[in-house]
């Protein structure tokens, strides 16, 4: 289910799209359903993205020269673009790291909430 726009879930999720996407090209390239099915799998459930607001993000992400789609072709599988992080989509990767780091930070200080 994904959160209705305005809420807070879907603002957080909005403003995480794209750290998460690079975080999961980082190791190795992925096609679109791949990250999807990843997202969601690595969040237990509480993260889903469509392949309709995937889709977009991978493809302007693309356009700025952060990752590099390219078309595979498998034996009796239908054709598929992988997207892999460009030098600059690791650079934005480690900048992105950090200030989410200090984000979590600055919350948790507010909040109280702390994490192991």
Same mark, same amino acid.
């Given at each position: 289910? $994904?959160?209705?726009? #305005? $809420?807070? /879930?879907?603002?957080?999720?909005? #403003?995480?799209?794209? @750290?998460?996407? +690079?975080?999961?090209?980082?190791?190795?390239?992925?096609?679109?359903? /791949?990250?999807?099915?990843?997202?969601?799998?690595?969040?237990?459930?509480?993260?889903?993205?469509?392949?309709?607001?995937?889709?977009?993000?991978?493809?302007?992400?693309?356009?700025? #020269? +952060?990752?590099?789609?390219?078309?595979?072709?498998?034996?009796?599988?239908?054709?598929?673009?992988?997207?892999? @992080? $460009?030098?600059?989509?690791?650079? @934005?990767?480690?900048?992105?790291?950090?200030?989410?780091?200090?984000?979590?930070?600055?919350? #948790?200080?507010? $909040?109280?909430?702390?994490?192991?």
């Amino acid at each position: 289910m $994904t959160p209705p726009p #305005g $809420t807070p /879930d879907h603002e957080w999720k909005k #403003g995480s799209a794209e @750290l998460l996407v +690079l975080s999961l090209l980082e190791q190795e390239a992925r096609h679109g359903y /791949d990250i999807s099915k990843l997202i969601e799998t690595r969040s237990a459930g509480a993260l889903r993205f469509h392949v309709t607001s995937l889709y977009p993000l991978l493809y302007r992400l693309e356009a700025r #020269g +952060l990752v590099q789609g390219c078309w595979v072709e498998k034996p009796q599988q239908r054709r598929r673009r992988y997207y892999s @992080l $460009t030098p600059a989509g690791r650079k @934005l990767l480690r900048a992105q790291r950090k200030h989410w780091q200090n984000f979590v930070a600055a919350i #948790g200080r507010i $909040t109280g909430i702390e994490y192991a």
